[in-house]
């Protein structure tokens, strides 16, 4: 069973940057597929970028396509979520989560999750 735990949220004006690290312990992180999530206030989890267990193959929601990157390091046992040009529409909390099996945009087939990171963006 792998744990997770995000950090580097914080508040930053539209159009800066800022990187969300997501360290993994307690597994076999290179088995995993990992991904990043979103949460806004009174919406649903939604699916933001996933990348594969080997950090070769990647994918990004259309809303962030060409701002946002997700890379990971199997060395380190970390995921990063590289986003770029904020948007104030980019507030939300950031999971990153963790599956076995196939690959997946749905969160509900996640088994594991960290507690979340806020992101505000301010206009």
């Known amino acids: 069973q792998v744990q997770l735990m995000e950090s580097g949220g914080g508040l930053v004006q539209a159009g800066g940057s800022l990187r969300l690290s997501c360290a993994a312990s307690?597994?076999?992180?290179?088995?995993?597929?990992m991904a990043w999530f979103r949460q806004a206030p009174g919406k649903g989890r939604e699916f933001v970028a996933r990348?594969?267990?080997?950090?070769?193959?990647?994918d990004h929601a259309d809303s962030v396509k060409g701002r946002f990157t997700i890379s990971r390091d199997n060395a380190k046992n970390t995921v990063y979520l590289q986003m770029n040009s904020l948007k104030p529409e980019d507030t939300a909390v950031y999971y990153c989560?963790?599956?076995?099996?196939?690959?997946?945009?749905?969160?509900?087939?996640?088994?594991?999750w960290g507690q979340g990171a806020q992101v505000t963006v301010s206009s």
């Open positions: 989560a963790a599956k076995g099996g196939g690959w997946s945009t749905e969160a509900t087939h996640y088994a594991y």
């Open positions: 307690g597994g076999t992180f290179s088995n995993y597929r």
């Open positions: 990348v594969s267990p080997s950090g070769g193959v990647t």
